[in-house]
Each structure stands twice: as structure tokens, then as C-alpha cells.
């Protein structure tokens, strides 16, 4: 079984940045999964937030996040990031990582449906 274990939310307050951590801890192979971000505001559906392939080759982002946030990851530590920089108000939500088999899961199905593994989510708020 695949597990995921968040980090990094928190309180910041517009134009700040926080960065989220999600480390897979399996026995299972970190490079076999392509890794993305979610997130769930209050009273929203989940979305789609930024995935990265297996081999970091392939990188996609909503648009709503797109230039100021980043996704990477470290095969080494079995840890994939996401980098918020200029927070606004309106990311303020639920956070969730995610890992799939196949990246497509992720950028192409709604709210994350027939996404195999799923982290806890991790509270980020943006105060303006």
C-alpha cells in the first residue's frame, strides 16, 4: 500500500509563499508514480493544481497557478514539492498529493477521479 505524507501548510499572508512537501513512504518504487497536488477550498470541488511525471520530464499546472507556482521532485528522498510563491487569497484550500501510475489520471480527469493514492490534506490559508 502506498502511502503519502504531507507537509508545509500553514498561515501566510498575500504575496508570501509557504512550500508543501509530500514524501511517498512504501515500499513501493517512487519513480513508477507521476505526482501531483489537488486542492479542495471551502465549499468547492477539488481541482486540479500541478502534476510531474515520473521522470520530471512532463509538467503541467492549472492556470490559475501557472508562474507562480512549482512542482519538483527528489527521487532520492521520494519527496515531491510544491512551491507557492505570490499566495493570494483565493488559494486558500485544502491541500492534497497525490500519485498515479499515469500522469494523464491527473491532468485529465475531473477532481482527481481514478487517482489511486491520495496523501491527507494539509491546510494552507491566505490572509489579504
Known amino acids: 500500500q502506498v502511502q503519502l505524507v504531507g507537509s508545509g501548510g500553514g498561515l501566510v499572508q498575500a504575496g508570501g ?37 515520473w521522470s ?3 509538467i503541467y499546472y492549472a492556470d490559475s497557478v501557472k508562474g507562480r507556482f512549482t512542482i519538483s521532485r527528489d527521487s532520492a528522498k521520494n519527496t515531491v514539492y510544491l512551491q507557492m510563491n505570490s499566495l493570494e487569497p483565493e488559494d486558500t484550500a485544502l491541500y ?19 487517482i489511486e493514492y491520495w496523501g491527507k490534506g494539509t491546510l494552507v490559508t491566505v490572509s489579504s
Open 17 to 53: 509563499s509557504l512550500r508543501l512537501s509530500c514524501a511517498l513512504a512504501s515500499g513501493r518504487t517512487f519513480t513508477a508514480y507521476a505526482m501531483g497536488w489537488f486542492r479542495q477550498a471551502p465549499g468547492k470541488d477539488r481541482e486540479f493544481v500541478a502534476a510531474i511525471s
Open 96 to 114: 492534497y498529493c497525490a500519485a498515479s501510475k499515469f500522469i494523464a489520471t491527473m491532468v485529465e480527469t475531473p477532481a482527481g477521479g481514478g
Open 56 to 58: 520530471g520530464g512532463r
